[in-house]
């Protein structure tokens, strides 16, 4: 084994071997090109004499049961505890990473907290989680540990969460999806100039994603997007956001509205002004869409979703805390009738809005 990846064991999949004996990884749109002892922009895909491998395999950043609502996902079995775990890199360069410390980790080491599929899933059944996310970084990365430790999920009756840049391949979208109940995917801006600059993608192959989700898959999404000030705050760009949403996806698809604070390389904007976030939701309901939601600010009314038909509050919401709880047994609205479009159980779940850090070995 090449002593760079010395660790670096677990086979990758969706690569191929080019004619000038490079080998390319087909995991995500960049399609690395890779010599032996290289790894891919993402730094945890690497090759390793004629294979490709994943570098982070079994080895997670750490474990925190969180609130559903907090990845966030509020039409998917609300009030519910997920446990949560990533392990390091990503494939995009996102100069303003709320995560940075984790996405683009380029220390290895500082994965410590070591854990087999099986063991998290047996954890997750343990502290009564009705799900797991692959989060923190994008799962996209580390695909085949998440899609094994999903597969030992549904075994004991526990969903499985996506919370990605939704930056990737077809034919590994299609083995990743394949596995997933739910996903939150950030749409990060609505325009190729904002994808390509502040973080080296392309906003089609974001498009593809969503509309393939939409489209050819059951998993339950929701779509963020981080308003950033100056950056992809603007009228006419939420406008077009919205409409392409409505057009492509639905009224249904519920959009979240979050606010940025300065971090990574993006120090010098400043926070999101909750009106931007409530001027934002506005012009999605305008455009006809039934869920917009605002997020990291304290808005009730941004927060809790209402029934599109009557206007009666479903699912009350203060931060991450349940407050009201307007649906029958089946899902629908109890005033008229309308079914929610989402998962959900015949109560809500009791978890609120506190976190729980996990160590799966001490």
Not at 221 to 246: H, R, Y
Not at 269 to 293: D, E, W
Not at 320 to 328: F, S
Request: net charge neutral; proline share 5%; glycine share 8%.
């Amino acid at each position: 084994m090449n002593a760079e990846l010395q660790g670096a064991h677990f086979p990758a999949r969706h690569w191929h071997l080019l004619d000038d004996g490079r080998i390319q990884c087909d995991v995500c749109p960049r399609y690395c090109k890779l010599n032996d002892g290289q790894r891919g922009l993402c730094f945890v895909r690497a090759r390793d004499g004629g294979q490709m491998v994943l570098t982070t395999y079994g080895r997670s950043s750490g474990f925190c049961v969180d609130p559903i609502e907090k990845k966030p996902l509020n039409h998917f079995l609300p009030g519910t505890p997920v446990l949560s775990f990533g392990t390091a890199g990503c494939n995009l360069t996102c100069k303003f990473c709320q995560n940075w410390d984790i996405s683009k980790a380029r220390e290895i080491d500082r994965l410590n907290d070591a854990a087999s599929p099986l063991e998290i899933a047996a954890m997750a059944e343990k502290l009564n989680c009705r799900s797991v996310a692959y989060t923190y970084n994008d799962p996209v990365v580390f695909m085949e540990y998440a899609i094994d430790t999903a597969i030992e999920c549904k075994k004991r009756g526990i969903k499985n969460v996506a919370v990605t840049a939704g930056y990737m391949a077809p034919a590994a979208r299609r083995e990743f999806y394949a596995h997933m109940d739910a996903a939150n995917v950030d749409l990060k801006a609505f325009t190729e100039d904002f994808y390509h600059q502040l973080c080296g993608g392309h906003l089609a192959d974001v498009l593809d994603t969503l509309v393939y989700l939409k489209h050819e898959t059951d998993v339950w999404f929701e779509i963020t997007t981080l308003l950033i000030p100056g950056k992809n705050d603007g009228d006419a760009e939420l406008a077009a956001l919205s409409a392409w949403v409505m057009n492509n996806l639905g009224p249904d698809v519920p959009l979240h509205f979050t606010a940025f604070h300065p971090d990574w390389k993006m120090r010098d904007i400043g926070n999101t002004p909750a009106a931007s976030l409530t001027r934002a939701r506005a012009i999605a309901q305008a455009a006809g869409l039934h869920f917009v939601y605002t997020g990291n600010v304290h808005d009730e009314a941004g927060g809790t979703t209402f029934c599109p038909h009557c206007g009666a509050v479903l699912i009350g919401r203060d931060w991450h805390q349940l407050t009201r709880w307007g649906l029958d047994e089946h899902g629908g609205c109890r005033a008229c009738g309308a079914a929610l479009p989402g998962m959900f159980e015949a109560r809500p779940g009791t978890w609120g809005r506190k976190r729980l850090p996990v160590r799966l070995h001490r």
